[in-house]
Nanobody, 115 residues
Framework: QVQLVESGGGLVQPGGSLTLSCTAS????????MSWHRQFPGKERELVAG????????YSIDSVKGRFTVSRDDAKNSVFLRMDNLKPEDTAVYFC????????WGQGTQVTVSS
């Protein structure tokens, strides 16, 4: 059974930065393209960005281009989401998963951008 655990969220002021982590257990992330998603209150979860198995970013939504960067460390079985110049509209719960053929979702990590 794969378990995904997201961490690193918190309260940050507009313009600030956070790095989210996602660690998997029960399965190796190596060779799997991975993705980050977010969910606003009362909304469906949306794809934010993806990273290929080679470590290259393969996708990001327009609203985060130039601000969010995905990276991975297969030795740690982890992926990361570096978020810079955060805006109040980035406030959401953030999740990671495989790029496709999703595993069970973790509980996510809350990011709140507010002054």
């Amino acid at each position: 059974q794969v378990q995904l655990v997201e961490s690193g969220g918190g309260l940050v002021q507009p313009g600030g930065s956070l790095t989210l982590s996602c660690t998997a257990s029960g399965y190796t992330l190596r060779s799997n393209p991975m993705s980050w998603h977010r969910q606003f209150p009362g909304k469906e979860r949306e794809l934010v960005a993806g990273i290929g198995s080679d470590g290259s970013m393969i996708y990001s939504i327009d609203s985060v281009k130039g601000r969010f960067t995905v990276s991975r460390d297969d030795a740690k079985n982890s992926v990361f989401l570096r978020m810079d110049n955060l805006k109040p509209e980035d406030t959401a719960v953030y999740f990671c998963n495989r790029w496709n053929y999703f595993w069970p979702w973790g509980q996510g990590t809350q990011v709140t951008v507010s002054s």
